[in-house]
């Protein structure tokens, strides 16, 4: 298992240094900082891009007192603590950061935006790990990922360079819905990470469509606040998993619990036989005989 462990990131390591010697640099588009909606309102600039970060402070509050309280999210190991508290801080940390960059757009203040939510990505990643592989490897992962977050994001400012950072912010994208469906879980309630990840993906289209929506909404509200709107609710529905659900006895991966279905057919396209399986355990209670 440790030659394995040691494989992999010899192959994580290879791949990027590949990576960013095939691919040419991202900079810094200047335009992203110009946003739709640029309204002030009682003296604060970019008032809705600002105050809609709000969400981000309550839920990462509640979450991060949760994690104390009573154990009332359940978190059986020490590294899920770690793990989650890093979490909360990251996106408690994303109202103060966001707010801060979009009061005065530029490439010095959105360090202090991309910072929090990569803790928060990497943190994600690092749970994954504890809860769905390993725990001890999970938890001495926490540190090392969460550098490489930090990393990425003084990479780019001082090189002008985003793939560092594009590969820390979009792997999880791919890497978590992945694992929630693939890996069998520890605990109930595994489905809410795809809707998590389903509301970080709207977040992610709603901000590539910020004029656009500002212009149908006749100048109403844009598409990056909507974007933080959608995004706030990737927490929520994290902190409601963890609220609601319990240890399992039986590990099932989401994709063995899910029905497969099939449907045979003849040459000339009549429907001739249907099977449905699905891969949760039912127990079956035997009937006493008289």
């Given at each position: ?8 990131w ?15 640099t ?20 970019n008032?809705?891009n ?38 909360y ?66 990479y ?14 979009f ?73 609601k ?46």
């Amino acid at each position: 298992m440790a030659d394995r462990t040691v494989l992999v990131w010899i192959v994580a390591i290879v791949c990027f240094v590949v990576l960013m010697f095939v691919t040419p640099t991202i900079p810094q588009d200047q335009d992203y900082h110009d946003f739709a909606d640029q309204r002030e309102f009682f003296g604060i600039p970019n008032f809705l891009n600002v105050i809609s970060n709000v969400p981000f402070f309550i839920v990462g509050v509640i979450g991060l007192i949760l994690c104390y309280h009573r154990n009332f999210f359940k978190l059986s190991l020490q590294g899920e603590l770690c793990g989650w508290t890093c979490f909360y801080i990251g996106v408690a940390a994303v109202a103060f950061g966001s707010s801060y960059y979009h009061l005065k757009p530029n490439d010095a203040r959105l360090v202090w935006d991309r910072l929090p939510m990569t803790i928060a990505f990497t943190s994600v990643i690092a749970i994954f790990i504890i809860e769905r592989i390993d725990e001890r490897k999970g938890t001495y992962a926490i540190i090392p990922l969460l550098l490489v977050g930090v990393v990425s994001i003084f990479y780019w400012r001082f090189y002008d360079d985003l793939r560092p950072y594009a590969l820390v912010q979009f792997v999880p994208c791919i890497a978590i819905p992945a694992m929630a469906i693939l890996l069998p879980p520890m605990y109930t309630h595994s489905s809410y990470w795809l809707w998590a990840a389903g509301f970080y993906l709207l977040a992610k289209v709603e901000e590539a469509a910020d004029d656009p929506i500002y212009k149908w909404t006749h100048q109403i509200v844009s598409g990056h606040t909507i974007k933080h709107l959608f995004a706030a609710m990737v927490p929520v529905f994290l902190t409601l998993m963890l609220a609601k659900r319990d240890i399992i006895s039986e590990r099932k991966s989401l994709l063995q619990i899910w029905k497969i279905s099939w449907t045979k057919y003849k040459g000339n396209g009549v429907e001739t036989e249907n099977h449905t399986i699905t891969y949760t355990s039912v127990p079956i209670e035997e009937e006493s005989r008289e």
